[in-house]
């Protein structure tokens, strides 16, 4: 009897045993299998901006998600041209300038998101001047309106990439559609700018790592 009741424990703690592995087993492949997604998702995911067209476009997979108006750079003070990706996202930015400094609020020059862009001093950002969209009005970095602003912020991360067209080719046609009269004069090159500094409010409790930088980030746009 003794021998019996000392087997059925073993059986019992060996079926323990397996059930907590295959269930350990389990959770490392979902693990694995979100990776993977998320992996091919930011590897896939895409802005286009078009500096003639004056438009953004987010691709997802080679498809155009949504096509947003933009303001870019104007002729003095242009926009960078080539692939970038996204450093930062702040929320609610605090901007500095010159000795100024502007709390979030309506009268915030950037807005109230900010993506910075590898490219250092450029940004996708608001405005406090929202007759500018659809103009090339900036100082070089991309500006949207609010509440386009906020919708594509909350669909990119850090680490996507930006590609900064300043001529037309096959990719934008296709993405934008023939421009609308004649095709506007091309960027000329970069000029030095003065850059301001953006920086992110005190961290709130749903703050994230890449919503909170550690340092400033610093940002181009005089308004």
Same mark, same amino acid.
């Given at each position: 009897?003794?021998?019996?009741?000392?087997?059925? &424990? /073993?059986?019992?703690?060996?079926?323990?045993?397996?059930?907590?592995?295959?269930? &350990?087993?389990?959770?490392?492949?979902?693990?694995?299998?979100?990776?993977?997604?998320?992996?091919?998702?930011?590897?896939?995911?895409?802005?286009?901006?078009?500096?003639?067209?004056?438009?953004?476009?987010?691709?997802?997979?080679?498809?155009?998600?949504? /096509?947003?108006?933009?303001?870019?750079?104007?002729?003095?003070?242009?926009?960078?041209?080539?692939?970038?990706?996204?450093? #930062? #996202? %702040?929320?609610? +930015?605090?901007?500095?300038?010159?000795?100024?400094?502007?709390?979030?609020?309506?009268?915030?020059?950037?807005?109230?998101?900010?993506?910075?862009?590898?490219?250092?001093?450029?940004?996708?950002?608001?405005?406090?001047?929202?007759?500018?969209?659809?103009?090339?009005?900036?100082?070089?970095?991309?500006?949207?309106?609010?509440?386009?602003?906020?919708?594509?912020?909350?669909?990119?991360?850090?680490?996507?990439?930006?590609?900064? %067209?300043?001529?037309?080719?096959?990719?934008?046609?296709?993405?934008?559609?023939?421009?609308?009269?004649?095709?506007?004069?091309?960027?000329?090159?970069?000029?030095?700018?003065?850059?301001?500094?953006?920086?992110?409010?005190? +961290?709130?409790?749903?703050?994230?790592?890449?919503?909170?930088? &550690?340092?400033?980030?610093?940002?181009?746009?005089?308004?």
């Amino acid at each position: 009897m003794k021998a019996l009741i000392g087997n059925l &424990a /073993i059986a019992a703690v060996m079926g323990i045993a397996v059930r907590t592995a295959a269930m &350990a087993a389990s959770k490392a492949d979902a693990a694995s299998t979100e990776s993977t997604a998320a992996a091919q998702q930011k590897a896939t995911r895409v802005i286009v901006v078009s500096l003639e067209d004056h438009k953004l476009a987010l691709v997802e997979n080679g498809e155009a998600v949504k /096509i947003y108006p933009v303001a870019v750079g104007k002729p003095s003070t242009p926009s960078p041209t080539g692939t970038f990706t996204i450093e #930062r #996202r %702040v929320k609610d +930015p605090v901007y500095h300038h010159d000795g100024r400094t502007v709390q979030p609020g309506p009268g915030n020059p950037v807005g109230t998101r900010w993506m910075g862009l590898s490219k250092a001093g450029y940004g996708i950002h608001g405005t406090n001047e929202p007759k500018s969209i659809g103009k090339a009005a900036s100082h070089g970095c991309i500006r949207m309106a609010k509440p386009d602003l906020e919708e594509l912020y909350a669909q990119v991360q850090v680490g996507d990439t930006v590609e900064i %067209v300043g001529q037309r080719n096959d990719e934008t046609a296709k993405l934008f559609g023939d421009p609308a009269g004649a095709a506007p004069a091309a960027q000329p090159l970069m000029t030095a700018q003065t850059e301001p500094t953006v920086t992110a409010p005190a +961290p709130t409790a749903e703050a994230t790592k890449a919503d909170s930088p &550690a340092a400033p980030v610093a940002g181009a746009e005089l308004r």
